[in-house]
């Protein structure tokens, strides 16, 4: 059986058995829950616990009024279509930006990964791209939505296609979720920004919070920006294919 | 001694070094845009307290008209329903969930633990500001045109956001932006408290060895981040229904002689939502005081909690159960019969756990040496409150039951003797015995007599009429009852009766709060430890605890936080951070 050392400031390395038991002697241990676990990162993980309850009742909240309303419900792929020189492509949009922004994970990952080696300039490099991934996903979201109200006068009360909970759930889902992603996309440059002064190298303190800064933060920002990916495979499966 | 005692064995160094704390350069950064726990938590309940005073006052002018209806002609039928909606929500968001949570959590949780402070201080801090936000948001609900909203604290679509209800335009958008701010600092601060209590743990201190107070803040918390957001999205669906026209809760509707916009919403699914959200929130309110609660009868009664383990397995699976029986809210919505089968269901279930507790509560009082303190005054009364709560909720959780009682007053009489008198109860009960540890001071003994005495048996004395009234069939929510042939003579004079009571309980509160300030300049000094207390907090170096709770050295924990009556032990108890008597050396380093 394999045995994981734990990390200590002082004195001798404890040891931890693997499996089922190892979660059990987690549980029961003094400390530490999650062992190795920062704080930062376990405050992210329960966070997107609860968001993910937030973006559940959207989702539902969204399946109900789309059965509760008599009126047909517009389709999706006519709605979302985009013509290049005459013929209508179904959905080709959205495929795109649901391309760039699973395509931002990967480069997230590679910021991670990075920023463990404390490859300060790499890191930086990658935070960045992942950066303009987003903004270039949110900037084609308000493409989308100016051609929907402009071109097709939809509007969060009513559409000429059909029920007015269309519009309603649209702009709401997609309005929250954009607001994830540009935060994401914020942070993304003030911590590229960090890295690329090399605060978390000489373990600056934070501004307000004058906590050491460190590259666990980079991974951290790596967690909420996977979940923000996540969810938007959802509303593109719920809302843009069904 | 008992199943979690001093077993002797090797406590583990820490594992991670001790976190530098932000230490606060001026006055302002100190007391106001504080970053220390304790600070934060005395700013969160001194705001609680202020607006659930507003709460209060609410409650008499509801008294009065319900007492002497058409005498006073300043309470209109519609400012009656805006009273009645800020009050409960005032009562039960800002009031109680802030004051539990933001306060008792705040104080006690790093002490307890043996932290330092909260994880992020910085995020707690905000999380204080923001509620403050929403608090002031609320109030200017009572100043916009039209007032405040008059929708009931459920703000049940479609009549949330007609004309015909009060505060139907402004008022209900600053409530339901309230509601999302309040929300939003919430999670600021749960995400901390959580955090904290899983990570930040001093050496020794498992979660087994946690006193139960903060077992329960815990568990309520971690339930408060999973039911919240469901509020959270039904106040953004219902501010786009009401700002811009939008139909998630709205159905066809002709109002005032007029089609509405509106088409295709479901109102049911506000409900749902809501009480996806309003199950759970009373849970919120009652686990921490049932953590509280335990504490505080096993210091006063020197004998160790019985069923250590079962109470906190308790807490965690009513904490579970809890999210399984929002819809016994809804018996009477039109909801599909089968669904109602299984709400009654899980609803009886919770019955299980809950009554363990009661139990437990009773057999470690059982031939204990019990101490009649304040405290532990306030947590005999919240028991007998609390069952007697309990109870009535097993007739409204079953539906043929609930049917002809729902919205009865026999459902106020309910939900106020389970999570309005007994929270409060266990809230009175936790002052007096944490205030010399917040002040240094005990609270004066006389007058605290005089207030728990007012308060309970006035307490009593309001709501056993209420269930009677409620079997009569006196509807909820009404403004006046007017002459009608099944309500006879007598609830009117009861309705009297009720009133005047009401109002003394509610001057008697004044004694209370003179209390808390007269203690502090003249209070007998409490030293360390008055109550002779095992937990954490009464073990730090100073009183009241400075920032960094704890000296140079974190404390190291030994024990379970129950060692008392112990036989042989030189003051009948032993603090959690006493090693045993034949600990390895090291140990005690
Ligand atoms: C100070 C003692 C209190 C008095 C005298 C009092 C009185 C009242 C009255 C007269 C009503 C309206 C009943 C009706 O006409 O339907 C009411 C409603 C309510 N109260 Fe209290 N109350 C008190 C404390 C509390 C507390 C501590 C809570 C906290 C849980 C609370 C929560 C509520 C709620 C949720 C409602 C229902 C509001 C609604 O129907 O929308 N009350 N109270
Ligand atoms: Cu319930």
Known sequence: MAETTLTHTEGTAAT???????????????????????????????????????????LLSYMTVRMSTTVPWPNASEVFA??????????????????????????????????????RFKTAIFLLITALFGATFVGMQAFEWTKLIVEEGVRPWGNPMGAAQFGSS??????????????????LILIARKVWRGDFDIEKKGFFTSRKGRYEIVETLGLYWHFVDLVWVFIFAFFYLW | MAEVGAEIERIGPAEVEDVELYHAKSWITKYVFSQDAKVIAIQYSATAIAIGMVALVLSWLMRLQLGFPESFDFIEAQDYYQFITMHGMIMVVYLL?????????????????????????????????IYLLAVLVLVASFFVPGGPTGAGWTLYPPQAILTGTPGAGAGIVLMLVSLALFIIGFTMGGLNYVTTVLQART?????????????????????????????????????????????????????????????????????????????????????????????????????????????????????????????????????NPYFGFF??????????????????????????????????????????????????????????????????????AHFHMVMGVAPILVIFGAIYHWYPLMTGRMLNEAM?????????????MIFLPIHYLGFLGVPRRYFEMGTTSFIPESAHTLNEFITVVALIVGVAQLVFFYNVVWSMIKGKKAGHNPWKATTLEWQTEEV??????????????????????????????????????????????
């Open chain 1, 16 to 58: 931890r058995p693997d499996g089922l038991e190892g979660f059990v002697s987690d549980w029961s241990s003094d400390q530490r829950t999650f062992k190795n676990v920062p704080w930062g990162k376990a405050m992210m993980w329960i966070f997107l616990l609860s968001d993910t309850f937030i973006f559940s009742c959207f």
């Open chain 1, 170 to 187: 649209f702009f709401m889902i997609t309005g929250f979720h954009g607001f994830h992603v540009s935060v994401g996309v914020l942070f």
């Open chain 2, 203 to 335: 050496r020794g201190m498992t979660l087994m060895r946690m006193p139960l107070t903060v077992w329960g803040i815990f568990t309520a918390t971690v339930l408060a981040l999973l039911a919240f957001p469901a509020l959270f999205v039904g106040a953004v669906m219902m501010t786009l229904d009401s700002v811009l026209g939008t139909s998630f809760f709205m159905p066809t509707i002709v109002s005032q002689g007029e089609l509405l916009k509106h088409d295709g919403g479901s109102p049911i699914l506000f409900q749902h939502l809501f009480w996806f959200f309003g199950h759970p929130e009373v849970y919120i309110v009652a686990l921490p005081a049932f953590g509280i609660v335990s504490d505080l009868i096993s210091v006063h009664a020197r004998r160790h909690i019985f069923g250590y383990r079962m109470m906190v397995w308790a807490i965690v699976i009513i904490g579970a159960l809890s999210f399984v029986v929002w819809a016994h809210h809804m018996y009477v919505s039109g909801m």
């Open chain 2, 343 to 412: 709400f009654a269901t899980t609803t009886l279930i919770i019955a299980v756990p809950t009554a363990i507790k009661v139990y437990n509560w009773t057999l470690t009082l059982w031939r204990a040496n019990i101490n009649f303190t304040l405290p532990m005054l306030f947590a005999l009364a919240f028991i007998v409150t609390f069952v007697n709560g309990g109870i009535t909720g097993l007739f409204l959780g079953n539906v043929v039951v609930d049917v002809p009682l729902s919205d009865t007053m026999f459902v106020v």
């Open chain 1, 82 to 119: 985009l013509s290049f020189g005459g013929e209508p492509i179904p959905l080709i949009l959205i495929a795109i930006m649901t391309f760039i922004l699973i395509t931002s994970s990967g480069t997230m990952v590679l910021a991670v990964n990075y920023g463990y080696r404390k490859d």
């Open chain 2, 448 to 460: 605290g007599q005089f207030h728990f005495w007012v308060t309970f048996l006035g307490a009593y």
């Open chain 2, 544 to 589: 009241p605890p400075g920032h960094g709770n704890f000296g140079r050295e974190l404390p190291v924990v030994y024990r379970w936080a129950y060692d008392y009556g112990v036989p042989g032990a030189e003051d009948d108890f032993v603090p959690q951070n006493h090693p045993p008597k034949r600990a390895p050396a090291r140990a005690a380093e």
């Open chain 2, 97 to 129: 969930t802030a004051l539990f949570l933001g306060g008792f959590g705040n104080y006690l949780i790093p002490l307890m633990v043996g932290a330092r402070d909260m994880v992020f201080p910085y995020v707690n801090m905000l999380s204080y500001w």
